[in-house]
């Protein structure tokens, strides 16, 4: 089994920035895209941010500019640097990833517990 867990939200006011991160952890063979949504009571998940194995990343428009993506692959984790905070990033965060892990030949989708991220003066 695999775990995704999340840390680094929290309150922070306009303009600031904070880091997320989130470990993988289990019987994992290989990872391949590893993803950060964010959800808002009410609305759909959003998708933030997404980097694959082989390099790429995309972002939402939303955040463009202001929020990073990146991956340490020996630590199994995955970070998203987010500037220049708006109160509309407010939101919930998840970290998402598709993981190969146990005997499995294909990657399952696995998902985090969630972050609270509020942006508030």
């Known amino acids: 089994q695999v775990q995704l867990v999340e840390s680094g939200g929290g309150l922070v006011q306009p303009g600031g920035s904070l880091r997320l991160s989130c470990v993988a952890s289990g019987s994992i063979r290989s990872i391949y895209a590893m993803r950060w949504y964010r959800q808002v009571p009410g609305k759909q998940r959003e998708l933030v941010a997404v980097t694959t194995e082989t390099g790429t990343i995309n972002y939402a428009d939303s955040v463009k500019g202001r929020f990073n993506i990146s991956r340490d692959n020996a630590k199994n984790t995955v970070y998203l640097q987010m500037n220049s905070l708006k109160p509309e990033d407010t939101a919930v965060y998840y970290c998402?990833?598709?993981?190969?892990?146990?005997?499995?030949?294909?990657?399952?989708?696995?998902w985090g517990q969630g972050t609270q991220v509020t942006v508030s003066s």
């Open positions: 998402n990833a598709d993981v190969v892990s146990g005997r499995s030949w294909y990657p399952g989708d696995y």
